[in-house]
């Protein structure tokens, strides 16, 4: 059963993800899943219900393999967006926790792989709050909160890293940020959901990919 549940997850989360919560129906999800909108009632008592059955297994990955009864109700879901914000200000801080001894043992390589892992974790959630920003306004405006700190500390660390001659001095740091964080969240994020043309890569793969590159083009 828990197999049914997952196909109709990642059948809705292609759908909110690529045309929208709002416009994505049942009946949509349930011909993505290759099942009757009757089988999706079985386990779902609804599309918000499986909307934050997404949500909840972005921020909690094990529990898509818990039993559950059906149809799953919002009642399992009571507190999540406490639980999500939450997580939005924990890792922001667990993000820029080198940043406490100036990234003393801290180095560009380290620092694009942390920023890979953790878009790419939470990739789905993400997505969802930048696809779905005006259905889910209180979400959206601490998700928005989140990325500033994240672009923030990234620019700290570069600047720390050009600053001690590791990185090689770049004219618009803030830019070249935006770039890095743009690249990193393409290869961790919208590649396997939301590009015209998804590429089903390893996500250790494209990590390297980018790793090799940006390393590359800015270690100094």
């Not at 390589?109 to 709050?129: H, P």
């Not at 700190?149 to 940020?177: A, C, N, Q, S, W």
Request: aromatic content about 12%.
């Amino acid at each position: 059963m828990n197999q049914r549940i997952k196909d109709i997850a990642a059948a809705a989360t292609r759908l909110f993800l690529q045309q929208g919560y709002a416009k994505t129906q049942i009946s949509h999800i349930a011909k993505a899943a290759g099942v009757s909108v009757g089988t999706i009632y079985l386990d779902f008592s609804g599309k918000k219900e499986i909307m934050h059955f997404i949500l909840k297994c972005t921020v909690d990955p094990g529990f898509i393999e818990r039993e559950f009864e059906r149809p799953i109700t919002d009642d399992l879901f009571v507190g999540l967006e406490q639980e999500i914000i939450a997580l939005f200000e924990q890792s922001a801080e667990d993000f820029a926790v080198h940043l406490q001894d100036d990234a003393a043992d801290y180095c560009l390589e380290e620092l694009i792989s942390d920023a890979f892992d953790l878009l790419s974790q939470y990739a789905v959630g993400c997505l969802f709050l930048e696809k779905n920003q005006f259905d889910f306004k209180n979400l959206a405006k601490h998700y928005v909160a989140y990325r500033k700190k994240f672009f923030d500390t990234m620019t700290e660390y570069l600047h720390i890293f050009v600053e001690r001659g590791t990185v090689r001095p770049v004219e618009h740091l803030d830019l070249t940020t935006t770039l890095i964080v743009e690249m990193l969240s393409w290869w961790a994020m919208d590649i396997r959901y939301t590009t015209f043309e998804t590429k089903d890569i390893p996500v250790d793969l494209a990590k390297q990919i980018c790793i090799d590159n940006l390393v590359h083009a800015y270690q100094q």
